[in-house]
């Protein structure tokens, strides 16, 4: 069903392994802490060598210890040379403590043990920091803070023999947020569990409130973004050699960072997403300084500890990326490139759309296809506009085949197909922007080809204005000097045609019914449908990945770059800060919209 180029295994790490054993010291670490039944049952052996004591102090210790490894552990896989220093701080402290408080001479020896361990492979810990923003500060407080207030609850509910009366829900609520300030809560317990439960949410609280505070006033490291030279560089590259791949153009995303080969002949433009170093299309320049920039971004995701990953390159970058890497590289689907001189809307095949386009033309709908710097800069504002009016949604979106503007004065060779509807008589004051009910943008692919970028069209127009300018720019095509036009991306394209003929078996017809089945929601099919319609050429595009179990991480990072996930902060909280994103990056949607809806070319 998939093709793949390359399998590149990669095996366990140290840092992996301690990740993995401080996640589980951290969780019998909490549970030792709040459980009394558990530091006493028959794990109470290897209780006995964690951080933390019997006492209502030690107890509070073990459980803030138990919250600290947890969150160090994540880290620590990766890498991370804080994560390093934190755990490099904390085991001693720890140990301090144990001999202090516990005489456990055992968990004392181990924690040093573990010491001299992450001492002896600090070198495994050099990862530099992710980008970040303040606003993880606030996001922080509130996961933390709702992390707290559950495990709270199951604090105080945790001795039920030793509490005096039967407290609500709420009363065992309100203890909990007095508790997590320091204060006495409306519950009383027998003995020494007034101290331990008291310790314990104090502890919570303070944890909540010093990560809070440390994430607010750490240095922030935003995003690499493209610098004027940057751009000026890559430009410079696509002059000579932009023809080779159809997203080149789109390499000059300016919220994309970008790294060159040491010759300066060929560069990679990124951007981290949740800790992925994501690619995409092929590299731009010359072929033969690939691997020196691959080589550079491999280098720069291994210093960050980021997983690397290339979204739709082409066959010829797949086998280049995975060469020079050992990554391995699985299709993806198919781009719909429609040759000028081919194309006709003669024939049976065409009918459908021949048909569409003859009908929006009667009903008084007239086409203009025109060059970027051939528009003054009033009719591109006005574009510009309504294209941002007719996106559909709040949701930003784009990254792989999205340029994220109209009209910039560099972009001047791009092209701008809008239709129009002169001297409709409708009720009612005129729309906003006269005439014009949609619009079409296409990026220089060389010096002879496009490739779509966005389509947009007021709703309240006629259904078919998309397949009306397609067909337009088609039409226009020779006199631009265009041989060739990019389309839209079709996920899993050859599955779903596979899946369809006679005869296909029933692997191939469920995984193409599970296709049906998610283009409810993700246009899979209907966009497959909508560039047939056409009569493409299909050209395979790939992505390339370290390793299978990473492609889950891999799709959401996909997924938040193109705009389809959003993890930012809720519209009245964005101003205390905003996740590093161009403002104009939604132009990405219509890739993977229905082509019936306004949206942007589709990965």
Known sequence: ????????????????????????????????????????????????????????????????????????????????????RSAVFLLPAGTVAQFAYRHSVIGALLSLGLLALLVRHRGEFAALPDPRSRWRALANFVLMGAGSIGLGLVIVSAHPHRTIGNPSLSERLEHVLYGLFGFDGPIDYKGIVSGTVGYSLGSLGLLTALTTIYLAFRPEHPVARLTEDDERRLRALLDRHGGRDSLGHFALRRDKGVVFSPSGKAAVCYRVVSGVMLASGDPIGDVEAWPGAIERFMDEAKAHSWTPAVMGCSETGGEVWTRETGLDALELGDEAVVDVP????????????????TRIERAGYET????????????????????????????????????????????????????????????????????????????????????????????????????????????????????????NFAMFRSALARGERLGAGPVLRGWRGLLVFLSRWFQIESLYRFN?????????????????????????????????????????????GRPWRHDRADDHAARTTAPSDPGVRTA
């Open 1 to 84: 069903m998939a093709r793949r180029l390359l399998r590149g295994p990669r095996p366990e790490s140290v840092p992996s392994l301690v990740g993995t054993a401080c996640a589980l010291i951290g969780l019998v670490d909490i549970a030792a802490g709040v459980f009394p039944r558990f530091r006493h049952s028959r794990m109470h052996s290897f209780a006995e060598v964690l951080p933390g004591a019997l006492g209502p102090f030690a107890a509070a210790l073990s459980l803030s210890a138990g919250v600290l490894l947890l969150l160090l552990a994540h880290g620590l896989k990766r890498r991370k040379r804080r994560a390093w």
């Open 342 to 357: 081919d194309f006709s809307l003669r024939g049976r095949s065409m009918r459908n759309v021949r048909q569409m386009v």
């Open 368 to 487: 203009r296809v025109r060059r970027v710097r051939d528009l003054s800069e009033g009719e591109l504002a006005r574009i510009r506009d309504a294209a941002d009016d007719w996106r559909g949604t709040d949701t930003e979106r784009g990254f792989s085949m999205a340029l994220g503007r109209i009209g910039d004065p560099a972009d001047g060779d791009s092209v701008v197909a809008t239709a129009h509807k002169p001297g409709e008589a409708e009720p009612g004051p005129p729309g906003p922007y006269g005439d014009l009910k949609a619009v079409l943008h296409f990026v220089p692919w060389g010096t002879d080809g496009m490739s779509l970028d966005l389509m947009r069209r007021d709703r309240s127009a006629d259904p078919g204005m998309n397949e009306l300018l397609i067909v337009a720019a088609l039409h226009a095509a020779p006199a631009l000097g265009v041989v060739r036009v990019s389309l």
């Open 532 to 576: 047939a319609k056409f009569q493409p050429r299909w050209e395979p595009r790939y992505v390339v990945f370290r390793s299978t179990g990473d492609l889950p991480r891999i799709g959401f990072a996909a997924m938040q770059a193109e705009g389809f996930v959003t993890l930012s902060l809720p519209r009245p909280l964005r101003h205390l």
